[in-house]
């Protein structure tokens, strides 16, 4: 599972003006909770880059002076208008208690139906899995080998040691469907075979 490592600064003054002048100093006020800890902090919003704006799903190592955290980023909250981030949420994780995450879905191997005309549509970018930290996967590797036109591959069809998809097991995650090129093509040759 990947780690990213965050630097914060515990606060000590709450309220609204307080939180408007972190904000101010490029700041982000943000929580962690869990194993009976809550504490209030800030981290610089230029810092939230690598965790927030990425297709990835890391694990946070929170660094709050002497204490420190292993943690999930729980809640976000965005400005509507400018879309700066307003606040940051941030479970503690145990390595001895499951724990849910979205993990990136990544396809592996080359599809026949491709092969054949059709199009790959990855329906699930991202799935909820369940599961210990040491089984946790960077990424959900999906195989499509074997994908014909026509044909999907739903989440009941991926099975991961050690993980639970949460997902419903009826969702298609990735299809193969016939392309308009293909279709236009299909049809000419059907219209010459007829001519003849």
């Given at each position: 599972?990947?780690?990213?490592?965050?630097?914060?600064?515990?606060?000590?003054?709450?309220?609204k003006k307080a939180t408007n002048t972190?904000?101010?100093?490029?700041?982000?006020?943000?929580?962690?909770?869990?194993?009976?800890?809550?504490?209030?902090?800030?981290?610089?919003?230029?810092?939230?880059?690598?965790?927030?704006?990425?297709?990835?799903?890391?694990?946070?190592?929170?660094?709050?002076?002497?204490?420190?955290?292993?943690?999930?980023?729980?809640?976000?909250?965005?400005?509507?208008?400018?879309?700066?981030i307003v606040h940051a949420d941030f479970?503690?994780?145990?390595?001895?208690?499951?724990?849910?995450?979205?993990?990136?879905?990544?396809?592996?191997?080359?599809?026949?139906?491709?092969?054949?005309?059709?199009?790959?549509?990855?329906?699930?970018?991202?799935?909820?899995?369940?599961?210990?930290?040491?089984?946790?996967?960077?990424?959900?590797?999906?195989?499509?080998?074997?994908?014909?036109?026509?044909?999907?591959?739903?989440?009941?069809?991926?099975?991961?040691?050690?993980?639970?998809?949460?997902?419903?097991?009826?969702?298609?995650?990735?299809?193969?469907?016939?392309?308009?090129?293909?279709?236009?093509?299909?049809?000419?040759?059907?219209?010459?075979?007829?001519?003849?």
């Amino acid at each position: 599972m990947k780690t990213i490592v965050l630097k914060g600064e515990l606060r000590n003054e709450l309220g609204k003006k307080a939180t408007n002048t972190l904000r101010n100093e490029g700041k982000v006020p943000c929580v962690v909770y869990g194993n009976n800890i809550n504490k209030i902090f800030s981290i610089y919003e230029h810092d939230f880059k690598n965790l927030v704006y990425t297709p990835n799903t890391y694990l946070v190592y929170l660094n709050l002076g002497d204490e420190k955290y292993l943690a999930k980023l729980q809640d976000i909250q965005f400005h509507p208008v400018n879309e700066a981030i307003v606040h940051a949420d941030f479970m503690i994780v145990s390595p001895d208690k499951p724990i849910t995450l979205s993990i990136p879905v990544s396809l592996t191997g080359n599809a026949p139906g491709v092969r054949a005309g059709g199009k790959i549509n990855l329906k699930i970018k991202k799935l909820e899995v369940k599961g210990l930290i040491k089984n946790m996967p960077d990424t959900i590797n999906v195989n499509i080998d074997k994908l014909e036109i026509g044909q999907n591959i739903r989440v009941g069809d991926i099975k991961i040691d050690g993980i639970e998809l949460l997902d419903t097991k009826a969702n298609s995650v990735v299809s193969c469907s016939v392309t308009r090129a293909s279709m236009s093509s299909d049809a000419d040759k059907s219209a010459e075979s007829k001519s003849e």
